[in-house]
């Protein structure tokens, strides 16, 4: 079956660093992909997202590119911030089916001073 | 335009016990869904619809009941609270054109089965 599998965390972070969360997926057919963001407490919200191959989502700072030769779909920002912190979660979705989604486990983002 | 509510947001239950989680969307999305979230596993879908009238089962459906006599409302409902069904839960919806759509959470329920 469909699956998606994300880096372990807590990644830990110094304001302004670098951020790659590494997320791969196993599907047939053509998938859609998300990042999910979740922050203390609340509900996930949708980050961004990607239709077909090579397409980019964009949102907040924080990129990703459907990459189908590579069955991957990583999370990237030039430099993060405290408010970044929260659970990111790789997602994906196939038409039919009530157009599930199928989750990674999700990964902790903390962000220090 | 209040998105996806649930109610409680907080239960606590002795195993045994019956109780239904209240979700609620005034988007007037087809598609609505309920998943569990446990540590170590991401979420995991319980129950699906696809309209009223229509549900079916996701990934984990066992101890669980669900129906939707309405487009707005998708109750879950536990009718022997486990132990093992302590978890957080979500209840999320969505248009169901295609699979480029959104889908919207609500804040959760968090269930502690004693």
């Known amino acids: 079956g469909d699956s998606v599998t994300q880096m372990e965390g807590p990644v830990t972070l110094s304001e302004e660093a670098f951020l790659t969360i590494n997320c791969t997926y196993t599907a047939t057919g053509y998938p859609s992909l998300f990042w999910y963001v979740q922050y203390p407490g609340e509900g996930l919200q949708l980050l961004l997202k990607a239709t077909k191959a090579d397409d980019k989502g964009s949102n907040k700072g924080f990129e990703a590119t459907y990459r189908k030769e590579t069955t991957s779909f990583h999370l990237e920002k030039g430099s993060v911030q405290v408010s970044d912190s929260a659970v990111y979660f790789c997602a994906l979705s196939k038409g039919g089916g009530g157009n599930k989604l199928t989750f990674g486990t999700g990964t902790q983002l903390k962000v220090e001073l | 335009n209040a998105g996806v509510t649930q109610t409680p947001k907080f239960q606590v239950l002795k195993t045994g016990q019956s109780m239904t989680l209240q979700c609620a969307q005034d988007m007037n999305h087809e598609y609505m869904s309920w998943y569990r979230q446990d540590p170590g596993m991401g979420l995991r879908l319980i129950h699906y619809s696809v309209g009223a009238g229509i549900t079916d089962q996701g990934e984990v459906p066992n101890g669980y009941n669900v129906s939707r006599s309405t487009t707005e409302d998708f109750p879950l409902r536990l009718l022997s609270a486990a132990p093992s069904q302590t978890s957080v839960y979500f209840c999320?919806?969505?248009?169901?054109?295609?699979?480029?759509?959104?889908?919207?959470f609500g804040p959760g329920t968090r269930l502690l089965v004693l």
């Open positions: 999320a919806s969505r248009r169901t054109s295609g699979n480029q759509e959104t889908q919207y």
